[in-house]
């Protein structure tokens, strides 16, 4: 069964950056569209960008689209999450999910524990 593993998670300042990781623990994510999603202190959890494999089609959430770019690298069989001009409402913990197969769908089959991201004000 395949395992995602997020890091990266931090405090950053409104308008930095970051970038997000997720591996792989147990199988590979190869033959598997991936995903994150985030959940904010007291909302729910929310879609926030994935990519088929091997890597052809990405999609986002219309509230980061233009500043988070996800990527993958089948190589070292990791997927990033590329965070620019981050605001205070993008705080949330970040997780890293398998989808059943290649194609992105509505609901990822495998979770990752997640990763706390803090932007300050």
């Known amino acids: 069964q395949v395992q995602p593993v997020e890091s990266g998670g931090g405090l950053v300042q409104a308008g930095g950056s970051l970038r997000l990781s997720c591996a792989a623990s147990?199988?590979?994510?190869?033959?598997?569209?991936m995903g994150w999603l985030r959940q904010a202190p007291g909302k729910e959890r929310e879609f926030v960008a994935a990519?088929?494999?091997?890597?052809?089609?990405?999609y986002y959430a219309d509230s980061v689209k233009g500043r988070f770019t996800i990527l993958r690298d089948n190589a070292k069989n990791t997927v990033y999450l590329q965070m620019n001009s981050l605001k205070p409402e993008d705080t949330a913990v970040y997780y890293c999910?398998?989808?059943?197969?290649?194609?992105?769908?509505?609901?990822?089959?495998?979770w990752g524990q997640g990763t706390l991201v803090t932007v300050s004000s």
């Open positions: 147990g199988r590979t994510f190869s033959g598997y569209a």
């Open positions: 990519i088929s494999w091997p890597g052809s089609n990405t």
């Open positions: 999910a398998a989808y059943l197969g290649a194609i992105v769908t509505t609901t990822p089959r495998h």
